[in-house]
């Protein structure tokens, strides 16, 4: 029977088991140029020595005012690649794989003198008005999605992740809620994500699956909900997704259709229903930290992999712990083996 700690395999991906570490920004470049520092180091490292099968770094963005702020990490340039190597090859050493975040903020750049985004709408009342994007500079970004996985994968990356949901650029393309243009990108609101993903995949080498985070319900009045995700999830899956990373929101102020939830595995049905629509890979995530309900969801064939995020924050070896509760054999580092039980 397969459970959280049965090993999971998609083309060249082998994972010891189906606990990820989700993005997570960090906000600690502090000379601002992108490069990770000694606390990405750290912070990724401490996770896979604390069992995590997969761990994918936040949020990385493929040019300056791609940033959410001039704290986040970066691929827009070479020299952001050797320190990204080294958390990949120390990681590597303790069984665990990674995946790399790579995005663009668009109207939610927050330090970006003027934001870009599909249409000039801003995401409060506090925020910048972004600018439209031209048809030409949607094509720049475009090729600069394709670069940074470029880099990505000459860092040595097991996987990739393309930046869809909580209102990121991708996510303001596809949402009719922020997305008014009247030329090709208007028309076809997935269009603009297709040609990302297709541009990435070109990249990539054969056997490595892309994933893909979705936001599969929006909570603004006139927001999309299941049934639109599912149709532009379709196209991206055409287009080259391999997995999709289910997540909700982040487009707007929560008001019309509901609000996220605030139980355990609350986004749980959509993950589901995108992989049964789709009969696709997913990854689960939102308050799965308890590790009978991580395990129930893989075992409940819910979700092939479950993303626990806030849990790993407070303690880098959630995984090994998750195996001495559920009675779960896993590899405990030598060092450690005397804070656990025989297993």
Same mark, same amino acid.
């Given at each position: 029977?397969?459970?959280?700690?049965?090993?999971?395999?998609?083309?060249?991906?082998?994972?010891?088991?189906?606990?990820?570490?989700?993005?997570?920004?960090?906000?600690?470049?502090?000379?601002?140029?992108?490069?990770?520092?000694?606390?990405?180091?750290?912070?990724?490292?401490?996770?896979?020595?604390?069992?995590?099968?997969?761990?994918?770094?936040?949020?990385?963005?493929?040019?300056?005012?791609?940033?959410?702020?001039?704290?986040?990490?970066?691929?827009?340039?070479?020299? $952001? !690649?050797?320190?990204?190597? &080294?958390?990949? *090859?120390? =990681?590597?050493?303790?069984? #665990?794989?990674?995946? /790399? $975040? !790579?995005?663009?903020?668009? &109207?939610?750049? *927050?330090? =970006?003198?003027?934001?870009? #985004?599909?249409?000039? /709408?801003?995401?409060?009342?506090?925020?910048?008005?972004?600018?439209?994007?031209?048809?030409?500079?949607?094509?720049?970004?475009?090729?600069?999605?394709?670069?940074?996985?470029?880099?990505?994968?000459?860092?040595?990356?097991?996987?990739?992740?393309?930046?869809?949901?909580?209102?990121?650029?991708?996510?303001?393309?596809?949402?009719?809620?922020?997305?008014?243009?009247?030329?090709?990108?208007?028309?076809?609101?997935?269009?603009?994500?297709?040609?990302?993903?297709?541009?990435?995949?070109?990249?990539?080498?054969?056997?490595?699956?892309?994933?893909?985070?979705?936001?599969?319900?929006?909570?603004?009045?006139?927001?999309?909900?299941?049934?639109?995700?599912?149709?532009?999830?379709?196209?991206?899956?055409?287009?080259?997704?391999?997995?999709?990373?289910?997540?909700?929101?982040?487009?707007?102020?929560?008001?019309?259709?509901?609000?996220?939830?605030?139980?355990?595995?609350?986004?749980?049905?959509?993950?589901?229903?995108?992989?049964?629509?789709?009969?696709?890979?997913?990854?689960?995530?939102?308050?799965?930290?308890?590790?009978?309900?991580?395990?129930?969801?893989?075992?409940?064939?819910?979700?092939?992999?479950?993303?626990?995020?806030?849990?790993?924050?407070?303690?880098?070896?959630?995984?090994?712990?998750?195996?001495?509760?559920?009675?779960?054999?896993?590899?405990?580092?030598?060092?450690?083996?005397?804070?656990?039980?025989?297993?």
């Amino acid at each position: 029977m397969t459970d959280l700690f049965t090993p999971y395999q998609l083309k060249g991906l082998t994972l010891k088991n189906r606990v990820v570490l989700p993005p997570m920004c960090q906000y600690s470049v502090e000379k601002k140029d992108g490069i990770a520092t000694e606390w990405h180091y750290v912070h990724y490292v401490s996770r896979a020595v604390g069992g995590a099968g997969l761990i994918i770094i936040e949020m990385t963005d493929i040019e300056p005012d791609g940033r959410t702020t001039d704290f986040d990490l970066g691929l827009r340039s070479d020299e $952001q !690649i050797p320190p990204l190597a &080294r958390i990949v *090859e120390a =990681a590597h050493q303790y069984g #665990a794989k990674v995946g /790399i $975040q !790579i995005a663009h903020a668009g &109207r939610k750049a *927050e330090d =970006a003198a003027v934001p870009v #985004a599909p249409s000039a /709408i801003p995401f409060n009342a506090q925020s910048k008005t972004p600018k439209a994007l031209s048809t030409d500079e949607i094509k720049q970004l475009v090729e600069k999605f394709r670069l940074a996985v470029r880099r990505a994968v000459k860092a040595g990356f097991d996987t990739i992740e393309i930046h869809g949901a909580h209102g990121y650029l991708i996510h303001q393309f596809q949402s009719p809620y922020t997305n008014h243009r009247t030329d090709e990108y208007g028309k076809d609101l997935p269009k603009f994500g297709r040609e990302v993903i297709q541009a990435v995949k070109s990249e990539l080498p054969g056997n490595m699956p892309l994933i893909l985070r979705i936001s599969a319900k929006e909570y603004v009045e006139g927001g999309y909900g299941i049934k639109e995700s599912i149709a532009f999830s379709k196209e991206y899956q055409k287009a080259g997704v391999d997995i999709f990373h289910v997540s909700s929101g982040g487009e707007g102020p929560i008001g019309g259709d509901g609000k996220p939830g605030t139980h355990a595995g609350y986004q749980l049905p959509l993950a589901r229903e995108i992989k049964e629509a789709l009969n696709v890979p997913v990854i689960a995530v939102g308050k799965l930290e308890e590790p009978q309900l991580a395990n129930a969801v893989i075992g409940n064939e819910e979700a092939d992999l479950v993303a626990v995020g806030r849990g790993q924050l407070r303690n880098p070896y959630w995984t090994l712990e998750a195996a001495v509760k559920l009675n779960k054999k896993t590899n405990i580092p030598v060092q450690y083996a005397y804070g656990f039980p025989r297993m």
